[in-house]
């Protein structure tokens, strides 16, 4: 590894990350490919040797991809604690590699919107994020698809006839695809609505929701990804993926009532202009220092934003990208590896600061409302 790779992999946000700003509920969709290497043991039953020659088989593969420069390769063996954790609140490697070294590597292209693990919990993984709505969810399947069946063209994959891609896990094993939707919902987070979008997922489609930063609640937020299972092989798997689009059709239906409830309900709407103003009040006074209180205010203030309810000196665009550089400006390692903030004290004053200075001198956010007097 580069030294100079990973300041500049780490001078940039990944690519989901900018789209964290937008008004809508999908931000986009994360295609997952995974294989294995045919005649060698999974991940979890290998030795390093065996892992070894698993990543001299598929390195030279992934380095020929066409269409994809990959401007960081890293051994895991050669970044260090506070890289590692780094790299994790950027959801740019998994907990299975954050704790894994020799034989493991992570390669992620200069546009941060696509990385690849080599022994992870399968021998490859491949994702690459796709922003929009509905439309990514359409060009996540028909992309991974195609970059599957170039994979198993240069590859000696682990296929079997009946069953499909196999997996270290068997209950994964089919079609070698998977995918994660990024989803925003701060209305049904104000609302306490997060028991009703929990049930919603169990009746339309096998989810799993995992708030966006694993250092801090990314439910403060509302920022999640909602994680698929493997979709199936064969015939079952167009079926599946329709059911995952009207899944997530429903959720951004839920949300968008919610943030109707938040504006036309009149006791919905006091108590969320009164938390808008409290929250104003927090980021001027110093009082917000923590991590999961920064994602709270900032969860509240972009919605404020976008429902009229606060107006900012900036444009929508401007106003859209500092929004979204502020969730991860504010996070724990990323306060530690680029300001060298190393005591919690010194990132809580840190956090206190930018926020004030964010919402208060570059967007200089002012109500748009005047509350009744009790």
Known sequence: MNKGDFQRLAANLP????????????????????????????????????SRQVAHIILPVLNKLEGVNWSFQAEMCELDSVQRRFLLERMQI?????????????????????????????ELLILRFFPGE???????????????????????????PKFGYLSACPEKTGSGLWFSFLIRTPAM???????Q????????APMDPQPVFPRGNGSHAGLYWLHTYTI????????TMEKLLIAVNDITALERRARTKLLMEPKKRQKFLSLLENTLAKTE???????????????????????????ARRSKATTTKLFSAAYFDLAPTNLVLKK?????????????????????EKLELQPTFRQPKS
């Not at 987070?189 to 028991?195: A, C, D, G």
């Not at 979008?197 to 339309?204: A, G, I, R, Y």
């Not at 199936?232 to 079926?239: L, V």
């Not at 919690?344 to 200075?357: C, T």
């Open 232 to 239: 199936s092989f064969g015939k079952e798997a167009r079926a």
């Open 15 to 50: 690519a989901y990350a900018r789209y964290l700003g937008q008004p809508r509920v999908l931000l986009g969709t994360l295609g997952i490919v995974e294989l294995n290497i045919n005649g060698f043991p999974f991940p979890g039953w290998s030795d390093v040797e065996k």
């Open 340 to 360: 060298k903030l190393s005591s919690p004290r010194m990132r809580h004053k840190a956090r206190i600061d930018y926020l004030r200075n964010l919402v208060h």
């Open 94 to 122: 998994t907990y299975a590699m954050a704790a894994r070294n020799e034989a493991c590597h992570v390669l992620i292209n200069d546009k941060q919107d696509v990385e690849a693990y080599i022994n992870d919990e399968e």
């Open 285 to 311: 006074g110093g009082e917000l220092k923590t991590f999961d209180a920064s994602l709270e205010a900032l969860s509240a203030l972009q919605l404020g934003y976008e429902l009229g309810l606060l107006r």
């Open 197 to 204: 979008l929990e049930s919603e997922l169990e009746q339309l």
């Open 189 to 195: 987070r104000i609302l306490n609505y997060n028991r």
């Open 134 to 160: 509905e439309e990514s969810i359409r060009r996540a399947e028909d992309t991974c698809r195609k970059l599957r069946d170039k994979l198993a063209e240069l590859l000696p994959v682990a296929r079997h």
